[in-house]
């Protein structure tokens, strides 16, 4: 299968990224390297392609009814221009995918992990009922994170729109270099940021990520990729669909219980995560910490008392803490800070401090 | 890429410099560039014995680890302990002060199983 290029993708090369397969797409990994990138926007700001992101209108005076059946968190509490994290489960209380809800005003969007749009187009169409208009927009939508505690007053130079109190998971319109766009506190990092959703037109899309890295020159601003990314969101203890959750786990087990408002009324899976709460989830994701080069990666066993009790879902270099920091299920009883357990790296068992998350304090919100 | 004449190349992006009984190793241009930055290096101790062709440490970059396979057989002479604390010398000079190993050989090395400047360019496609 051809690899999608995102309208930024001549961007990236002249800027020598590295670019791997990613959900289909040709994606940047890293300009100048992972650690530097992530120091960067944990203490400046740095400038992200998510282009590959999927976006899906729905439409329809049924629309409202719709999300609230699809997914686990109240949607009916959204106003004009709020913005939701939520997830869609399917009938067993499995995730389908994490996402978030966007009240467009007429209309909401949905932002959708970009492996995972067909998937959920597919999944949305068997659910239809009453007047609702799926529309994918992930063709025609790009998308420009832009992340960090300098992020505000980069993106203050080139917009009359007020980002200066515009609140965590809020959106509004601005123009922005020229272009008009949806712009959002939003963020997969765990820095004060911004995400701008724009229509995929390459040459407004150039303009933008030249203008801001520009407007961020002085500020330090660089271009980072989804290794940073992915480092980013790990201190954060940030899921990651296809790592952290899919199918066979349900947001109870996985932390997500505040985006789960069994009180709302019923929604797909909301029997089964009833049940689920009501007797206690038999495993948890925790972060895991271990000390000198040992570092966890996805797929190592995590083992107690000589068995192994779960297996590692995420895991890495943690550039910040500069140690091996991983998330992983494990059953409940032993999902306590402080009890010991141990990754098992290259057949040596290694202790594993049980964490709570987030792995780096941050304040996004602020 | 830099891919020096004067040295032999393994497969799994090993370099090796022969000096009469002496080799140094290291890993190439290639694979730091591949791995990305470099967080660890677990290399053996001094007397170790180590086998061609088998792992002898690791390598965790931030994205990955890999495994450091040996080019020759031989004993652990010395061992770069500059890269405990910064092992980011692999990636800035990793034919210089990012060296891993010296060891004194045993026996002649396996010339057939090494590549010249030639092979390894070659078998990295560049």
């Given amino acids: 299968m051809d690899l999608k290029r995102t309208v930024l993708y001549e961007q990236h090369r002249a800027a020598g990224a590295k670019l791997v397969p990613f959900a289909g797409f040709e994606m940047p990994l890293q300009y100048s390297g992972v650690l530097e990138e992530h120091r960067c926007v944990r203490s400046r700001a740095g400038l992200f392609d998510v282009s590959h992101m999927g976006e899906i209108e729905v439409r329809g005076t049924d629309a409202l009814a719709f999300i609230q059946r699809l997914t686990t968190n109240d949607a009916s509490r959204l106003t004009e221009g709020r913005v939701q994290y939520s997830a869609m489960c399917n009938g067993d209380g499995g995730i389908i995918d994490d996402l978030l809800v966007y009240h467009m005003g007429s209309h909401f969007m949905l932002v959708v992990n970009a492996g995972n749009i067909a998937t959920n187009l597919a999944w949305m169409r068997r659910q239809l009922e009453g007047d609702v208009d799926l529309v994918d927009a992930s063709d025609a939508t790009a998308l420009i994170a832009v992340q960090g505690p300098e992020s505000r007053s980069i993106l203050r130079h080139l917009t009359t729109a007020d980002v200066e109190s515009l609140p965590y998971y809020h959106s509004i319109r601005g123009t922005v270099a020229g272009t008009d766009l949806l712009i959002s506190r939003t963020g997969y990092t765990g820095e004060v940021g911004f995400e701008l959703y724009f229509p995929a037109e390459k040459k407004s899309a150039e303009t933008l990520w030249n203008s801001l890295l520009d407007a961020g020159k002085d500020a330090g601003l660089r271009p980072a990729g989804l290794g940073a990314r992915d480092t980013l969101r790990l201190e954060m203890g940030f899921c990651l669909y296809g790592n952290d959750i899919d199918h066979t786990t349900n947001p109870l087990e996985a932390g997500l219980g505040w985006i789960t408002k069994l009180g709302k009324g019923a929604f797909i899976g909301s029997e089964t995560l009833a049940a689920v709460k009501a007797r206690g989830p038999e495993r948890k994701l925790v972060g895991l910490r271990l000390d000198g080069k040992n570092v966890p990666r996805k797929g190592y066993p995590i083992t107690a008392e000589g068995r192994e009790i779960g297996t590692v879902t995420s895991g890495g270099f943690s550039p910040t803490l500069e140690r091996g920091i991983g998330m992983g299920y494990i059953p409940k009883a032993i999902a306590v800070a402080g009890k010991p357990v141990q990754v098992a790296i290259r057949g040596n068992n290694c202790e594993a401090e049980i964490v709570s998350l987030p792995f780096v304090t941050s304040r996004p919100q602020v | ?126």
């Fill in chain 2, 1 to 126: 890429m830099n891919v020096p004449e004067n040295l032999r190349y393994t497969k799994d992006h090993e370099w090796i410099l022969i000096d009469g009984k002496t080799g140094t190793i290291g890993i190439t241009d290639y694979a730091q560039e591949e791995l990305g930055d470099i967080v660890f290096v677990e290399l053996p101790g001094q007397g170790t014995k180590i086998t061609a062709g088998e792992t002898f440490g690791t390598i965790e970059a931030v994205k990955a680890v890999s495994d450091l396979v040996a080019p020759v057989s031989g004993t652990v002479e010395s061992v770069n302990t500059d890269l405990e604390g910064t092992p980011e010398l692999v990636n800035q000079d990793p034919y210089g002060k990012g060296w891993m190993l010296k060891v004194t050989l045993s026996g002649q090395p396996d010339q057939a199983s090494l590549l010249d400047q030639g092979a390894y360019r070659k078998h990295v496609g560049k």
